[in-house]
């Protein structure tokens, strides 16, 4: 069974920073896909950042702000967010993607950016 689990969501100002960690268990993080999303209020979810094994991509709206990585030997992906803006306010998901294609979600992290 994998599990998702996400921590360092919280209230920030504006310019400031936070850093979100998922931390994965129950698969075999090396071969998966790993990215973070987003979902605002009365919004659609969105990507926010993908990080496949040598390769990163990020949505327009984060680019040069966040910075996604990853550390394979805590099975964890990190999001660090410089740079935060009112409109970043929403929950974060982490989603993994196993090497079979299958897709599994975090809870989700509430990121909070004061104006």
């Known amino acids: 069974q994998v599990q998702l689990v996400e921590s360092g969501g919280g209230l920030v100002q504006a310019g400031g920073s936070l850093r979100l960690s998922c931390t994965a268990s129950g698969s075999d993080f090396i071969l998966s896909a790993m990215g973070w999303y987003r979902q605002a209020p009365g919004k659609q979810r969105e990507l926010v950042a993908l990080a496949r094994s040598g390769d990163t991509n990020y949505a327009d709206s984060v680019k040069g702000r966040f910075t996604v990585s990853r550390d394979n030997a805590k099975n964890t992906v990190y999001l660090q967010m410089n740079s935060l803006k009112p409109e970043d306010t929403a929950v974060y998901y982490c989603?993994?993607?196993?090497?079979?294609?299958?897709?599994?979600w975090g809870q989700g992290t509430q990121v909070t950016v004061s104006s």
């Open positions: 989603r993994l993607e196993d090497w079979g294609g299958t897709a599994y």
